[in-house]
């Protein structure tokens, strides 16, 4: 990567990227930036002062200027390009992911590919922005519509998904004519230093896509900048409605999906062979962070300890290590503060009488003894008055809860303050259809225990999941990006009628 330059400590400065170049500014201080598998420190993440963001956007304000003149096919070319070279840079991308994040090369992969459907659908922009017309609405009088940039849109992410939750904006952003400003997650920043690189190697002009990183304060300026339209943001929901509440007051558009703890139905006549293949890929896939992990299940009319039991045999044999390392198909949690947590949360549900049916608390994986690794955890009859089951645990824990009904079920899992996804395992079609009519979530699953849509449908939760009207990328993320603008037109030479004081349209 281009941007690093030696700090004192020896270590790697990772910089922002500003005006097409790697910018380094007035920094407030330095992030240490972690290797979760190793717990070793490698790099240092530059915090951007006021000053370092006012630069980003004003330079994003005068490149959005002139991109915005772009034509459509101009811009579409270079998301054609973009989409290119991400594909041809996954291997390079996946690696900083995983050094920084700490998933496996596989899963890491995996979300570059599920960014780039985002690029596929920004290639495609033009057909999205179409507009409509009516002509003779009255004598002579025609109407047309027309979406246009909203202007310097800022996108705020979590760790978890350091190349897809961009992904899912700023393709759509820049699209739609819109100068783009990444705050990359302090802990997993470089694949956003390197998609910056891509833009300009597929010729977007300097300045429409930038990368600032910074500490809270620096995200209150961002929500607070005059200058700055519109705010997407991704990540817990604490920080989702501190985000939702001062960018609103400061008069922009915003969207914000938080957290979730999604929960699966298991309906007795699923083929549970099946359902517990699924929910364990689903809880322990990216030891569990993600929004869209599975980390709930209800298990309806007795077959709790059966479920478990399958559930088990699968979980026990995920190969949990280094992320680079062959085979691995787990790797750690994100640092030590988030496995504290996580253990905490399980011995807290064992406290009040839950039963821990595979343990994953103790594990240590040979050679990197420092790193911040979990096994696999299913705890089964979890109280719905604990901690572990109310919280998000964002970790590789399956928490099971029984219910006699469906009935009982759904209002278990409507009554959780989050409604990211949901899914149902049944062989049943016609509580199926019913499950995805009661459910409160917007994403739903049957027999999918992940549900996420594909980048040409969008994508969001609902209650404390997403604070804002629009979901994120597709059709949504067009909107979101977008003003409506309708043009009521008549020329005189067609001379149709005199003006009038009234305001009786003409027919
Ligand atoms: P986070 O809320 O701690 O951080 C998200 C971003 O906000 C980061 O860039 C961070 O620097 C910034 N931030 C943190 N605290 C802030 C504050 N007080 N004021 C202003 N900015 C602040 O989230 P995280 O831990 O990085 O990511 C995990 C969370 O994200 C989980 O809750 C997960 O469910 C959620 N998530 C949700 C989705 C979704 O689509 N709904 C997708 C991915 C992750």
Redesign the pocket.
């Known amino acids: 990567m281009t941007q690093s330059t030696p700090a004192a400590s020896g270590l790697r400065t990772i910089t922002h990227w500003i005006d097409g170049k790697p910018y380094e500014g007035s920094p407030i201080g330095r992030f240490p930036v972690e290797n979760p598998g190793t717990g070793e420190v490698e790099a240092e993440l530059l915090q951007a002062s006021d000053a370092d963001l006012d630069y980003a956007v004003e330079v994003a304000t005068r490149a959005q200027k002139e991109w915005a003149k772009y034509s459509l096919a101009k811009r579409t070319a270079i998301m054609f390009r973009m989409r290119d070279l991400v594909l041809e840079h996954q291997d390079e991308m996946a690696r900083l992911i995983v050094a920084e994040h700490g998933k496996n090369y596989s899963d890491a992969i995996g979300e570059i590919q599920r960014g780039r459907e985002t690029l596929d659908f920004a290639t495609a922009i033009n057909l999205a922005l179409k507009g409509e017309y009516s002509y003779d609405i009255s004598t002579g009088v025609d109407i047309h519509t027309l979406r246009q940039p909203v202007g310097v849109v800022a996108g ?6 350091p190349a897809m ?1 961009p992904m899912w904006m700023h393709p759509i952003a820049i699209a739609t004519g819109n100068a783009f400003i990444l ?5 997993t920043p470089s694949a956003a230093l390197l998609t910056a690189e891509l833009y300009q190697e597929a010729g977007l002009p300097d300045g429409v896509f930038n990368v600032v990183s ?3 304060k620096m ?2 300026k961002v ?1 607070e900048h005059p200058g700055i339209n519109a705010i997407s ?8 409605h ?2 939702q509440d001062t960018g609103v007051t400061h008069g922009k558009r915003v969207q914000a ?4 703890n999604n929960h699966a139905i298991v309906m007795p006549d699923a083929d549970l062979d099946f359902a517990a293949q699924h929910i364990s890929a689903a809880a322990f896939g990216a030891a569990g ?4 992990a599975l980390p709930v299940v209800v298990a309806v009319g007795g077959i709790g300890p059966d479920l478990a039991r399958r559930v088990k045999a699968h979980a026990e044999r995920i190969k949990v290590g280094y992320g680079m390392d062959e085979g691995v198909e787990m790797g750690p949690v ?1 640092d030590a503060k988030s496995k504290e947590k996580i253990i905490g949360l399980i011995n807290e549900g064992e406290s009040k009488g839950a039963e821990v049916v595979l343990d994953g608390r103790g594990l240590v994986i040979t050679g990197h003894e420092n790193g911040h690794f979990l096994g696999p955890t299913i705890v089964d009859n979890v109280p719905l008055d604990s901690e572990l089951y109310r919280e ?1 645990v ?1 970790g590789p824990v399956l928490v099971i809860v029984h219910a006699d009904s469906y009935d009982e079920a759904i209002g278990i899992v409507n009554s959780s303050p989050y409604g ?1 996804g949901s899914a149902i395992f049944t062989n049943d079609g016609g509580v199926a259809r019913r499950f995805q009519l009661d459910v409160e979530a917007g994403m739903v699953g049957i027999n999918v225990p992940i549900p996420t849509p594909v980048a040409y449908y969008s ?3 609902w209650k404390e ?2 604070l804002g009207d629009t979901h ?1 990328h597709g059709p949504e993320g067009v909107k979101f990006y977008t003003r409506a603008k309708a043009v009521t037109s008549r020329w005189p030479s067609e001379k149709t009628y005199a003006a009038t004081m009234s305001f009786q349209r003409e027919e």
Not at 156 to 161: E, G, K, Q, S, V
Not at 233 to 240: E, K, M
Not at 257 to 260: N, P, Y
Not at 289 to 292: F, P, V
């Open positions: 705020i992410c979590p760790f978890n998904f939750v705050k990359p997650a302090s802990m910074g500490n809270r995200v209150t929500l943001f991704v990540g817990s929901t604490p920080v989702a501190i985000v999906l938080g957290g979730a962070e993600r929004c869209m994100i998000e964002f990211n994508f969001g939760g999941s997403l994120i």
